[in-house]
């Protein structure tokens, strides 16, 4: 079955860096798109960035400049490095693969942005 493990959240101040990974299984890694989104408690989820199996990305507007997605297709893994982080970037962010019509998620990781 398809599995997708994030790491990589945690504290930091504002103006500071992290890098998200997220571990995919149970998917021919290399033929899809994956995405990263986020959701505050209370607000719908959006989507942050994603990336095609070519390595074509897309960015939310908030995040344009700040923030770059990767993949490694060998690691079969997913990445989010996220510069310049701001209060308003606090969020849960999680790992997405839409595969035969179907949404795949991950466990999500938090990711706090506080002095």
């Known amino acids: 079955q398809v599995q997708l493990v994030e790491s990589g959240g945690g504290l930091v101040q504002p103006g500071g860096s992290l890098r998200l990974s997220c571990a995919a299984s149970?998917?021919?890694?290399?033929?899809?798109?994956m995405g990263w989104y986020r959701q505050v408690s209370g607000k719908q989820r959006e989507l942050v960035a994603w990336?095609?199996?070519?390595?074509?990305?897309n960015y939310a507007d908030s995040v344009k400049g700040r923030f770059t997605i990767s993949r490694d297709n060998a690691k079969k893994t997913v990445y989010l490095q996220m510069n310049s982080l701001k209060p308003e970037d606090t969020a849960v962010y999680y790992c997405?693969?839409?595969?035969?019509?179907?949404?795949?998620w991950g466990q999500g990781t938090q990711v706090t942005v506080s002095s």
């Open positions: 990336i095609s199996w070519a390595g074509y990305t």
């Open positions: 997405n693969v839409a595969k035969d019509a179907r949404n795949y």
């Open positions: 149970g998917i021919t890694f290399t033929i899809y798109t």
